[in-house]
């Protein structure tokens, strides 16, 4: 357990780190191509443009990513708040203050939070604006002084020691060694964090200092990632065998490293590959003297190539390194598949990686088995999840009236995967659970979506079956029957169980809260709340929209006495698993009874304008209305 829990806080550091510094990835780009081009050592020297490179990295880039920092924190205001605290780091230092705005940019937006929620209900009304506007600019104040004072001298001490370390790991040939950490780390969990959390700062010192740095080489060279590729390609089997060539093209020139991890976890060995790889190239950079002028992201060989200081020792060095890499890991990746079994599952090694990695992946999907055409003369449609009760009923009622309103006689159920019908025609589920479902029916056309409230993949088949002018006229069927609901829609949502403006740490801490009004109203025995916890674990209750609707797992409805409802109103957002979630329903669902109401919950939260009335609802009865509207 503690093992456990140490893993997801890395997970959850990494992740926070990354998230920080990419969506200001274009800036650094714009900085690195500036630095390029025009230094006295670029492509095109030109003393008036390159005034633009050192405010750009001493202001530009810190400012952005404590603001960023800031509002992943409390949002607008801890992003204004957290950016003036930045500043104070940044003009107390001669260096660039990158990891000094990754402590003060979300220190400044958990300040402000505090602040805020400190005073909730407390404002007289008219002075809202007036304690809004002071309190950003004296906290943010307080907070740029102090950085000023004491962060600032704190993190250039840290800088110092790293860079000096650095340099001595280099005189003593030692850098090598850092693959030891960075190759396993990056497939396992910290890829983003490491380059642009730690290694990037320290390089951007070195390259004010000597033009150049090596250490913007480690993390981002696609050689062992390339090697592991092309190892599949010639000794691959099946599945993983076809798609390396496309993946090995995705990872060298798009520089999207993520694809090729899959790879190395359904044959974990390879992870010798990748370190062996990683170290012989490192080698290679220090033995020539590579190194790059400006970050190179993402890791494309395209983006080394454009940040490689424009002489012909830096481009032999850099490429050096990357073909040595390549082709030590390709070497030992060989031996590796050659002389043991392999798993063919990557869709599992897939899975695996976003479980590890504590979030989803931008190309997990990219392993998802190969669908064929929309079968013609569709009569069935299927929703599909772990328990049948929550999301996919949601789903099934924003279909189900896309289809009538197409005038579409298809019948559109839902149902637990482990319960699809075996003359299902069209199954859809989350895409965590696709693979499950395409086991339970191979022969049925299988959908993934991400977001059951507001999925493109709705219209997209809406279009493909108004097409299809053979289509049955079945008889519509539906679970969501008024005649078999033995519960008035009154007795499912109560206004004693809707609770407004709360506030949570943790996704963890918001499921326990909403499985508890459950249990004190009778509606579940309290076992159903750690199967919520279960539930989600599995497959996030995330529906899109800002919306979750946490609920037991399949086993669990035996712990159920009673259908019931609970809704949660936290206005400033709790995460769940990378996504703002601000409306939570808590589901109990017994023999159908409540798949009415949430038939109009999922109609009345596929309409982001009815989501803004409901977080904004100063009451309980304002909040149950828009719901019972629909």
């Known amino acids: 357990m503690a093992q456990s829990n140490i893993k997801v806080a890395v997970q959850k550091f990494g992740n926070f780190l990354s998230s920080m510094v990419m969506p200001n990835i274009g800036a650094f780009i714009a900085w690195g191509l500036i630095t390029a081009l025009f230094i006295p050592t670029g492509f095109f020297p030109n003393e008036s443009l390159a005034k633009l490179v050192d405010p750009m990295v001493k202001y530009l880039l810190p400012l952005l990513i404590g603001y960023t920092g800031g509002k992943l924190v409390h949002d607008q205001r801890g992003g204004v708040v957290g950016a003036i605290a930045t500043m104070g780091v940044i003009v107390g230092s001669d260096i660039p203050m990158f990891l000094g705005a990754m402590i003060m940019g979300p220190l400044g937006g958990y300040i402000i939070k505090k602040f805020d929620q400190f005073i909730e209900g407390k404002v007289k009304t008219g002075f809202e604006m007036l304690i809004n506007n002071f309190s950003a600019g004296i906290l943010g104040g307080i907070l740029a002084i102090l950085a000023f004072l004491g962060v600032s001298p704190a993190v250039d001490g840290f800088t110092g020691a790293l860079v000096v370390g650095v340099d001595w790991m280099v005189a003593h040939g030692l850098l090598p060694l850092t693959s030891i950490l960075i190759e396993p780390a990056k497939i396992l969990f910290l890829n983003n964090a490491i380059n642009h959390g730690i290694l990037s700062p320290i390089g951007a010192e070195q390259i004010r200092t000597n033009g150049q740095s090596i250490l913007l080489l480690l993390e981002t060279n696609p050689g062992p990632g390339l090697g592991i590729l092309l190892a599949y390609c010639f000794f691959g089997k099946g599945t993983a065998k076809q798609s390396a060539p496309g993946a090995a093209i995705i990872h060298f020139i798009g520089g999207i490293h993520e694809i090729y991890f899959p790879y190395v976890l359904m044959r974990p060995l390879l992870i010798i590959a990748a370190i062996l790889g990683g170290m012989s190239g490192v080698f290679t950079f220090v033995l020539l003297g590579g190194g790059l002028q400006a970050v190179a992201s993402p890791g494309s060989i395209l983006a080394i190539l454009a940040a490689t200081p424009g002489n012909a020792g830096s481009y032999v060095a850099n490429i050096s390194g990357v073909l040595v890499a390549a082709i030590v890991s390709f070497i030992v990746g060989s031996l590796i598949l050659k002389t043991g079994k392999q798993t063919e599952d990557l869709d599992e090694a897939a899975r695996k990686m976003q479980e590890m990695k504590g979030k989803k992946s931008s190309v997990a999907g990219s392993f998802t088995k190969q669908q064929g055409e929309v079968p013609a003369s569709v009569q069935k449609i299927v929703f599909a999840c772990d328990a049948g009760m929550g ?169 159920v006495l009673r259908s019931g409802f609970t809704v949660i109103q936290v206005p400033e957002g709790v995460d769940f698993d990378g996504e703002k979630v601000r409306l939570i329903f808590g589901i109990a669902g017994k023999d159908g009874t409540h798949l009415e109401i949430l038939s109009g919950i999922a109609i009345t939260c596929s309409d982001m304008d009815n989501i803004e009335k409901m977080v904004h609802a100063k009451s309980a009865k304002e909040l149950m209305a828009i719901i019972q509207r629909n």
């Open 391 to 559: 999301s996919s009923a949601m789903g099934a009622s924003l279909l189900r009236k896309k289809v009538k309103q197409a005038n579409l006689n298809i019948s559109v159920t839902n149902t637990a995967i482990s319960n699809i019908p075996s003359d299902a025609q069209i199954v859809i589920t989350q895409e965590e659970l696709t693979p499950r479902a395409q086991n339970k029916v191979p022969d049925a056309y299988h959908i993934s979506v991400d977001n059951f409230l507001s999925s493109p993949e709705y219209d997209k088949l809406i279009d493909q079956l108004k097409n299809d002018h053979t289509t049955s006229k079945a008889e519509e069927e539906t679970k969501v029957s008024a005649e078999n609901n033995t519960d008035s829609n009154d007795g499912l949502l109560k206004e004693e169980n809707v609770f407004l403006n709360q506030h949570f740490s943790s996704k963890e801490e918001a499921i326990r809260f909403a499985g508890s009004v459950l249990v004190k109203g009778g509606y579940v025995e309290e076992n159903y709340v750690e199967a919520m916890i279960e539930r989600d674990n599995m497959t996030s209750t995330y529906m899109g929209n800002d919306v979750a609707i946490p609920h037991g797992t399949e086993e669990a409805k035996k712990n």
